[in-house]
């Protein structure tokens, strides 16, 4: 039969990412933790830094790289067992507008959607930031989800959702 296992954390949970057969989770001021195949959950190894921060989003930036969004404190990039902060000029705008979601596209370019001020495109080879908020054709400038597919970038806002055809470049 079917049945529901239950799992009591002990944290407020804000994400789930799946990675390397564990999971992994984000939390509400206690960074990240992992799942461990016998159902015990515990800190992230080398996450550390991470572990009074809120957690708003994690995505896969390459085979062995994760991209961690805080909601408040930026960008971090683990990769190889070590943490470190992404790129500042782009954190700091991150930690104003508060980040929410994030997205990698095909190209390996990061979009992030903010709570704040709506989207920043990052081009990881010349770090230029392109925004797109409520001045530039969004409904507002609140992004609460991203879906990245066939050159086409949903955005699910307060009022509705919002496409982008990102083929041509952003």
Do not use: C
Not at 52 to 57: C, L, P, Q, T, Y
């Amino acid at each position: 039969g079917k049945s529901i296992q239950v799992i009591e954390p002990g944290l407020i949970v804000t994400e789930l990412f799946p990675h390397n057969d564990e999971l992994i989770l984000g939390t509400e001021s206690r960074g990240l933790y992992f799942l461990a195949k016998n159902g015990v959950i515990a800190p992230l190894p080398h996450a550390g830094e991470l572990s009074d921060m809120s957690i708003a989003d994690i995505a896969l930036l390459q085979k062995d790289a994760i991209l961690i969004g805080t909601m408040f404190n930026g960008a971090y990039l683990l990769k190889n067992n070590t943490l470190v902060k992404w790129n500042e000029k782009l954190n700091d705008y991150l930690k104003e507008n508060q980040l929410n979601k994030i997205a990698t596209l095909s190209n390996g370019n990061v979009v992030f959607g903010t709570i704040k001020n709506g989207l920043v495109f990052f081009n990881r080879q010349s770090e230029k930031m392109t925004f797109f908020n409520r001045s530039y054709g969004l409904q507002n400038n609140t992004v609460l989800g991203l879906s990245y597919q066939n050159n086409r970038l949903w955005v699910a806002q307060d009022n509705g959702v919002s496409v982008l055809n990102v083929a041509g470049g952003i």
